[in-house]
């Protein structure tokens, strides 16, 4: 991270010796704006809010994780040398993919647990999953980091973004294509978008709304990543990154279409569960 003229300070508080960034309350904030929205749909689909909570108690460590830990593989040439760094992650250094796969699994494995429709769980979480990651890249900004190719001036200028953000994109003596805010943008119109039509009656299948998340996600960053200088990157030459959002954005579609020719009896998504949801007031 780079402290330049201008800049921001990451640090929001100091509590003694207690420092408290900027990149964890804003993933803080995103996790507890998302995990309320999951359980207003949930409740509209039949799932209990117990069952979203207990979920997202066991995905989060192992979220956090899988984050870091593909973010570390693919970057071992230096933790390797640094070991004692591997646990800051309160310095960013995590890696969205690595979370998704982490996250992933554990909702497989708890939906199969609690005999709960794992694709219409995967549906409920998916845009506020992608609302979380597009408020989740201001903490990459306050941090310095998932930048562009040097550019100029004139050119954030263009882009009618207030100096605050401009100064924030002088990093390494030079301004820097705000790659941040462009997946930013993008993920937050994702989030619009299936907020939107999620609802449509006879749109989505069971899946279909997480499925349309990964592929309008992956053709995203697809294009973010490939402006990026900090990319993982395998043997030097793939970003790793880059090739797995054409993976999954091409897998993602083929498989939408797939189900629906293999499997036309799949419930709508607005059918949800098929279980009433009783909520108790205690």
Known sequence: MNTVLGALNPIALRLGPIQVHWYGVIIASAVVIAVALAVREGQQRGVRP??????ILWALPF??????????????????????????????????????????????????SRFIPTWLMLDIAAPTVIMGQGIGRWGNFMN???????????FLQGLHLPEWLINQMYIRGAYRQPTFLYESVWDLLGFVLLMVTRHRTHWYKQGDVFLT???????????????????????NVIRVSQALSVVLFFGSIGLMVWRRYHNPDNRWYLAGSGQKVVTENK
């Open 213 to 235: 998340y990964v592929a309008w996600y992956a053709f995203g960053r697809f294009f973010t990543e490939g402006m990026r200088t900090d990319s993982l990157m395998l043997f």
């Open 63 to 112: 979220t956090l994780i899988a984050a870091r830990a593909y973010y570390v593989i693919f970057q071992w040439s230096y933790y390797s040398q640094n070991p004692g760094e591997i646990i800051r992650i309160w310095d960013g250094g995590i890696a969205i993919y690595g979370g998704l796969i982490g996250a992933g699994i554990v909702v497989i494995l708890f939906c199969r």
């Open 144 to 154: 310095q980091e998932a930048f562009g190719r040097v550019t100029s001036l004139s």
């Open 50 to 55: 117990d069952d979203i909570y207990d979920m």
